[in-house]
């Protein structure tokens, strides 16, 4: 495995963490709450639409793993969803183990979709790009509701 991609997913962790240490801050009535000017529409089914993109991505297509993404839908509160993310961290560890053609393409088909043509390195590279797409959304969600993130705060990947 080249080790590039578990340093980079360290760096992705990191940046989670400090998400996760924020969202701790906020109620819960606000990690909840149903926006529907957003997609997905509450701070919680953002990051619960995150992790079943990985959980799909590397663990159902990659790792042929069978995957409860609509278990997602019901997780009640930060601490429940940070310990979702920390199986996801494991399924990473796997897939770092595991996938050592990094760049032949393959084809997938999706269920009930289409055929692809994608690598190993893309399966994982392709939701931690999706994971910062929506940290956009989710703190922007997290401002409109009132609690922008600190000053402090990075909003795109930590400092290596």
């Known amino acids: 495995m080249d080790t590039s991609l578990p340093l980079f997913y360290s760096w992705v962790k990191r940046s989670r963490a400090e998400l996760f240490t924020y969202l701790e801050t906020l109620p819960l009535d606000i990690y909840i709450q149903e926006h529907p000017d957003f997609a997905y529409g509450s701070l919680r089914n953002i990051q619960a639409h995150v992790v079943g993109c990985y959980f799909f991505w590397v663990g159902q297509m990659g790792l042929?793993?069978?995957t409860d993404r609509a278990a997602l839908e019901s997780i009640p509160d930060v601490a429940t969803m940070k310990k979702k993310f920390l199986e996801m961290d494991e399924m990473l560890e796997k897939a770092f183990e595991r996938f050592m053609d990094l760049d032949t393409?393959?084809?997938i088909t999706r269920p009930k979709r289409d055929t692809l043509m994608v690598s190993q390195r893309w399966l994982?590279?392709?939701?931690?790009?999706h994971e910062f797409h929506h940290k956009g959304q989710l703190l922007a969600l997290a401002r409109v509701l009132g609690h922008p993130i600190p000053s402090h705060m990075d909003a795109d990947l930590v400092l290596p």
């Open 124 to 129: 994982i590279m392709h939701p931690i790009t």
């Open 105 to 107: 393409v393959f084809e």
């Open 64 to 66: 042929n793993l069978e």
